[in-house]
């Protein structure tokens, strides 16, 4: 260790001596480095706010619309109450809410409000009581639908965050919204629900409230919303064949984050366009190195010489420019990794990207600049090393 | 009789594959502990040739090299190198200096990778430099120094290591007489009883100093004569 610590301070002597020199073949690590770091940086941090988002939302979630099993919509498709419950005791299923979207339902503040309402129609969706939980939702204000609503069909309706903010609603206010020209009481206001906008301006009943106030036959969903933290994609396959089992009934599901979870891969042939550029870029600074370096050996031999002749090995020698290599390598990955990071930092800044970073990325190419270095390095070492300290010397 | 430091016996060095070049013929020199010798000869006569085979810079054609008894020549690369910077010390003409080195940073150098502590080489080095007056000029680059102050440097090089020998090429071949004159004080206060110092030169001034003379002509020893009353 003393030894490498020696070998370590002669390659720093070697390489201040000559800092200009140093600067320039530190160039060709330092520029490599720092290209492949900040183009693959720059790359994923332009999708971190997607991925930011995926995070957030999960990719968990499946959407299962009712259709007949012959794939068409026939009429009034639907998911029969008991094949939601085969769904939900599907073993990776945590979660199922099934909804119902009431068609043809004017929906106003107040009375007054109709002929500029009837032009916005707002959604109406009859809901199972785990629709927050399912959809991991909290409530800004008061309370989701319960049982009691359930079991006596009370007119109490919960409403989304935007059409709170449409109506004018007060948190906690006692008020009525006007459903299809009945009161209803606003229990609750649902916050905003990412992975389905369209709740953000709906209102939402009991199927209680479906089948006594509108007509509904049956309190069946059309509608699934399935959490499945674990095989999502293989639920999402299974679910169909679960909710058919050979009868009429069927569904289509999807994952709605499938599409931002495609958007968020990085360009693979972007990213690796720069590595190669990257790559050539260290490579032609290797062949800087060897080819200083090389140089370097010649102009160095008288030194050469008097080291052999002080007691240094071949091999010491040999090692004394490689560690110059090492050194040489391991400032270029340094500097180079910082530069790309600097530069990532700053384009993230300049464009309001959330940068991203990794950290094993900066040391995994930080390390390959230190072996580009010193395989450049093994040429003039060992020419360095077999240089006859007699001819370098000139004796006599 | 003083103990035997660096032995030569029948040895023989030549250069070149297809015509050959006889720089040493059957040489044999004995170089014993606490002499002051001095190798003479014109250009050409093999005196160069003797000093890198002495100094283990070389290996000779035929014969045998031997440091303390220890035959060199059939060393590997690594252990010869060790018994060179242990046993040796070189001056040169041109001095040899490390350019971006100070003049303690050369004298260091010579007791690299010896498993010395930092603190430790400093010590032996200004100690060194001391020795041959120079210890104010330590932090100085060989650039800002003398021709002889330089070599001066380039003795406590040669001598931080406490070698067995001193081997001098014409270290004054490069002063002017008064720093010429200097060297040759410095060189005759290392002689020792457990030291020997060579020094090859073409100077009869530099060969008077010594006590003990070896005249070399055409690759051979013509001449082996005792000056001074020490053996």
């Known amino acids: 260790m003393r030894r490498f610590g020696e070998l370590v301070g002669v390659a720093i002597a070697g390489l201040t001596a000559r800092k200009i020199r140093t600067f320039l073949i530190m160039l060709g690590p330092v520029l490599g480095v720092a290209a492949i770091v900040s183009a693959i940086g720059i790359n994923e941090s332009s999708k971190g706010d997607l991925k930011a988002k995926l995070r957030e939302l999960g990719t968990d979630l499946i959407v299962a619309n009712a259709q007949d099993a012959i794939g068409g919509f026939g009429s009034d498709p639907k998911i029969p109450a008991e094949a939601a419950d085969r769904v939900a005791r599907l073993p990776d299923v945590t979660s199922v809410t099934g909804t119902l979207q009431l068609s043809n339902i004017v929906t106003l503040p107040f009375e007054a409000a109709y002929d500029y309402y009837r032009a916005f129609p707002v959604p109406v969706i009859a809901t199972h009581l785990n629709l927050p939980e399912t959809m991991d939702v909290p409530m800004v204000s008061g309370r989701f639908l319960n049982e009691y609503d359930e079991a006596s069909a009370a007119r109490v309706a919960v409403i989304g965050k935007d059409l709170a903010e449409e109506y004018g609603y007060i948190a906690n206010e006692q008020r009525s919204i006007q459903v299809g020209g009945l009161d209803y009481g606003v229990v609750g206001v649902l916050d905003y629900v990412l992975l389905e906008p369209s709740m953000d301006s709906a209102v939402f009943l009991t199927f209680a409230n479906a089948v006594e106030d509108w007509d509904v036959d049956e309190p069946d969903p059309t509608r699934l919303y399935i959490r499945a933290p674990t095989n999502t994609r293989y639920v999402a396959q299974e679910v169909p064949t679960v909710v058919s089992l050979g009868g009429p009934d069927g569904a289509n599901t999807r994952v709605p984050t499938d599409l931002l979870d495609a958007q968020s891969q990085v360009d693979e042939n972007l990213n690796n366009l720069t590595m190669l550029m990257g790559g050539l870029a260290l490579i032609v600074g290797g062949v800087g190195i060897a080819n200083v370096m090389s140089i370097s050996v010649i102009q160095r031999s008288s030194e050469i010489g008097i080291r052999r002749a002080l007691g240094h090995s071949r091999g010491t020698i040999a090692m004394q420019f490689l560690v110059e290599a090492l050194v040489v390598g391991v400032l270029g990955g340094i500097l180079g990794a910082g530069a790309g990071a600097g530069v990532v930092w700053l384009v993230s800044e300049m464009r309001d990207y959330t940068m991203i970073l990794s950290v094993s990325g900066l040391f995994r190419w930080g390390l390959v600049s230190v072996a580009v270095a010193v395989v450049a390095g093994l040429y003039p070492s060992t020419k360095a090393a077999r240089l006859e300290p007699l001819e370098t010397l000139r004796l006599g | ?231």
């Open chain 2, 1 to 231: 009789m003083a103990e035997s430091l660096l032995t030569l016996e029948g040895v023989s060095r030549t250069y070149g594959q297809e015509v050959l070049v006889h720089a040493l013929r059957e040489v044999s020199l004995d170089i014993r502990a606490g002499e002051f010798l001095s190798i003479v000869g014109p250009s050409g006569s093999g005196k160069s040739t003797m000093l890198g085979l002495l100094g283990v810079l070389d290996l000779p054609t035929s014969g045998v090299i031997s440091i303390r008894g220890t035959d060199v020549t059939k060393l590997p690369d690594a252990e010869r190198s060790r018994l060179r910077g242990s046993a040796i010390g070189f001056v040169f003409q041109q001095f040899h200096l490390v350019p971006h080195l100070t003049g303690l940073g050369n004298v260091e150098t010579a007791l690299l990778y010896r498993g010395l502590s930092r603190r430790e080489r400093r010590e032996r080095s200004m100690a060194a430099l001391e020795q041959v007056g120079l210890d104010h000029r330590h932090d100085h680059r060989p650039i800002q120094m003398s021709g002889g102050e330089q070599q001066r440097v380039a003795i406590a090089r040669a001598i931080v290591t406490e070698p067995d020998v001193v081997l001098a090429d014409e270290p004054t071949g490069a002063l002017d007489t008064q720093n010429a004159a200097n060297v040759m004080e410095i060189f005759a206060g290392l002689c020792s009883p457990e030291r020997a110092i060579c020094v090859v030169t073409h100077d009869r001034e530099v060969a008077d100093a010594a006590d003990r003379r070896i005249s070399m002509r055409d690759g051979r020893i013509v001449a082996d004569d005792r000056l001074g009353g020490v053996t």
